[in-house]
């Protein structure tokens, strides 16, 4: 996508130019050409007058674009000689057209250091015209807007060149100079392919949100230009910094946008539906992930949360154990004290003579009063059938201890069995 977009800035820089710049020599004689060069040797020509060294040196720049396709080698040769004649007559637009050409034609084999010294010869040629020299063959100087329209083009070009060799600070540089131009002009379309190369640019250097800018703004461009590839290509920029940012379900809305225009038009545009089609795979796959990343996020705040309840039923039922184990101790405790004793007996007994040290244990006729409170609530769920197991969940105790209290209830009825237990119990009308 980036070496078709650039390409595509390329051409449309030039076809702004091209009523100035270019006129197309596919429907030319190139032999009537040839023959008009032939017949002047450079030798020759040096003798010749003004008109005729003008003329031979604008013929050369016919063929320089009448060969570029079907004979680079011939091309280039033509661009020069049409350099050399125009420069050497004091003209200033020929020379920069050839020298941009030759430029051009460096950058296509990757001798990026010859390019280099021709579009800043071209550029040179350019300064000069805008500061009002005049060439032989236009003595009231050349038009702004001619000007521009060729600085616009070779700004382009230069960004083109500075983004091959990852200077991607001079190529946005290069761009925004062009853009400017274009935006002057109302240039919409190139306008939108110029921000979207400026997106790719920032995409490629990991500036996601300046990059979002630079496709936004093509965007725009391209509503004004009402031109629909250049209306899909920025959604399809867009989707992609979304993508980038992890915002799948904004990336498919526009990558889905994109590819409306892509699959109707996959004769002409099928690279473009093959990257947006690739581009959703990957916004699918990565919002997968998301949705598995937040259902296990779920499961294991559900599993957080199960653990914290576990924990604080754990604890209450060992804070309850604790409780009953306590009673258990402060019930066998008191028990052993005299204090407690004395209680258990009437004033009468208290008041008899008995050896210093001992007292006389009484049990109460009422069961009731004998029953401690756990006690109480464990009679009726051992009546229920409960186990023992099931007493001590109910009541957040230990086993051992329902067991204790059991054995106590036995020796309290001096039961046998809990059937013979609970069957005293009844009868004290304790259940």
């Known amino acids: 996508m980036k070496r078709l977009s650039l390409s595509l800035l390329l051409l449309l820089l030039g076809s702004f130019a091209s009523k100035a710049q270019y006129s197309d020599h596919r429907d030319r004689n190139i032999d009537s050409l040839e023959n008009v060069v032939a017949t002047w040797t450079p030798e020759r020509l040096s003798a010749a007058p003004y008109e005729t060294k003008a003329a031979v040196g604008l013929a050369f720049n016919h063929l320089m674009y009448a060969y570029e396709r079907i004979n680079p080698e011939r091309s280039m040769y033509c661009a020069r000689r049409s350099f050399a004649i125009t420069d050497e007559l004091g003209s200033l637009y020929r020379p920069y057209l050839a020298a941009k050409f030759i430029g051009t034609t460096h950058y296509q084999k990757g001798q990026y250091d010859s390019t280099i010294v021709y579009y800043k010869t071209a550029l040179s040629y350019l300064d000069r015209m805008a500061a009002g020299e005049a060439g032989p063959d236009t003595p009231e100087g050349y038009p702004q807007k001619t000007i521009d329209d060729a600085r616009s083009s070779l ?111 996959e004769d002409q545009e099928f690279t473009d539906r093959i990257l947006t089609l690739d581009v959703m795979g990957q916004a699918l796959s990565a919002q997968k992930r998301q949705l598995k990343s937040i259902i296990g996020a779920g499961i294991l705040i559900i599993l957080l949360l199960a653990a914290l309840v576990a924990i604080l039923l754990r604890e209450r039922r060992l804070r309850k154990e604790k409780e009953g184990a306590d009673a258990v101790i402060n019930e066998a405790i008191g028990e052993l004290i005299p204090e407690h004793i004395e209680a258990t007996l009437s004033e009468e007994e208290q008041s008899e003579q008995v050896p210093s040290g001992t007292k006389k244990i009484v049990i109460v006729e009422d069961e009731k009063s004998i029953l401690s409170d756990r006690e109480t609530d464990i009679l009726p769920l051992i009546a229920q059938g409960l186990t023992s197991q099931q007493i001590a969940d109910k009541l957040f105790l230990s086993l051992p201890t329902i067991k204790w209290y059991r054995r106590r209830l036995l020796m309290k009825f001096d039961a046998k069995n809990t059937a013979e237990m609970l069957a005293k119990a009844k009868e004290a009308g304790m259940l």
């Open 155 to 265: 700004y382009g070009n230069m960004g083109n060149l500075y983004y091959s060799l990852d200077s991607l600070s001079l190529a946005l540089d290069y761009f925004a100079k062009a853009g400017e131009i274009f935006e002057q002009y109302d240039w919409k379309e190139s306008s939108a392919v110029l921000w979207y190369n400026m997106g790719e640019i920032s995409l490629e250097s990991g500036d996601y949100e300046q990059a979002r800018q630079y496709y936004e703004k093509s965007l725009r461009f391209g509503l004004d230009a009402g031109d629909s590839l250049w209306i899909a290509t920025p959604k399809l920029g867009i989707g992609t910094v979304y993508m980038k940012q992890g915002k799948t379900t904004k990336a498919l809305e526009y990558l889905q946008q994109a590819d409306e225009y892509f699959s109707k038009h």
